[in-house]
C-alpha cells in the first residue's frame, strides 16, 4: 500500500465483509422450498430456527469469501472506475487483522452449519473451498475466460443445495435444477462481466483489471451469456417435465424474465454489475413476484391436459 494511505477504521474491515451483499443469500430459499415439495413434507415451524440459523451462516461463509476477494484484489481493483475507492486499495488495511477476520468469519459459519447436518455443512465447507480456488493463486480460476464466470457462478447451485439441505437430508435434490440454477448463475454472471467490460470501455485497462477480460469482447459476452441462458431453460425444462408438467406453463415467463435482466444488463451504469442493488429495479422486481406467484400457483394445480408432452406415443389422424 502507498504511504500516503490512512490508517483504516473498524467500519472498514466490517465493510469488505460485505453484508449489503448477503441478500443474495436468499437464493437458499428456492432450495428450501423444493425440498419441501419434492419430499412430500409439510412446512413444520420447527424448520423455522435451522432456516434462519443456515442462512446466518452462510451469510458468515460469503462474507469471509468477500474479505479475501477484497485483500487479493486490491492491486486489480484500482484500474476500476469504482471499485479503486475500496477499502484495501484506499486505506492502509491491517492484513493481520483481516486474516483474524477471516478466521472468525470461518469459524462463525462452520460452527452454525454444524448445527444443521452433515451435508449442509459439506456444501459450506465447498462454498469456502470455492472461495480460495476462485480468489487465491496459483490457480485463480478467476483470471481464466469462461471458467471465471462458470465457477463463480457454482454458488448459485451451492446455496440451491443448502436451502435444500436444510430441510432433508435423506435425498439428494434433482442433478437437472442443480444445473439449471448453476447455468442460470453463469447467464447472470456473464452479462454482469459485459456490463462492467461495456462501461471501462477500455480493452488495454479492463484486463489490467481483469486478466479475464484479456480474453473478451463485448460479442463474445454476449454470446457466452445466450448460451449460458439457453443451458438454463434446457435443465429447467427437463426438471419441470419430470417433477411438475404443470410448471411448463411458467416458461415462457422465466425467458421474459431472462430477457428483462439483459435489457437492464445493457444499460449504462446497469444494476448488473451489483447485482445487491438490483431491488431498485423496480419492474424487475414486481415481474420477479409475479413469477414466483404464478410458480407456487402452477405446483398445486393439476392441469391433465398437459399430460400430453409425457405420453411416448404418435396421435393417430382421425
Known sequence: MQETHRPSELRNYIKIARPDHWIKN?????????????????????????????????????????????????????????????????????????????????????????????CFLTAELVLLAMGLLYNVRPLRLKDLPYLDVLTESVNNALRFYLGWFIITDRYYPPVSIILGFWFGGAFLMAVKRFSEYRMIADPALAGKYRKSFLHYSEKSLLISSFFYAMFSVFFLGVFLVKYRIELLLAVPFL???????????LKKDSAAQKPEKLFREKFLMLYLVCFLVLVVVLLFVNIPQLSVFLSDSLIEVS
Request: proline share 5%; hydrophobic share 50%; glycine share 6%.
Open 26 to 118: 436468499l437464493f437458499l430459499l428456492p432450495g428450501s422450498f423444493f425440498a419441501f415439495f419434492l419430499t412430500s413434507q409439510h412446512m413444520p415451524w420447527e424448520k423455522a430456527a435451522p432456516l434462519l440459523i443456515g442462512l446466518a451462516a452462510t451469510c458468515l461463509i460469503a462474507s469471509a469469501n468477500y474479505v479475501i476477494n477484497e485483500w487479493l484484489d486490491a492491486d486489480f481493483d484500482r484500474f476500476h472506475p469504482t471499485k479503486k475507492f475500496r477499502p484495501f486499495v484506499t486505506e492502509q488495511m491491517s492484513v493481520r487483522f483481516l486474516l483474524l477476520e477471516y478466521c472468525l468469519l470461518c469459524a462463525g459459519g462452520l460452527l452454525l452449519s454444524a448445527r444443521i447436518n452433515r
Open 255 to 265: 425467458c421474459g424474465l431472462f430477457c428483462l435482466y439483459f435489457s437492464i444488463g
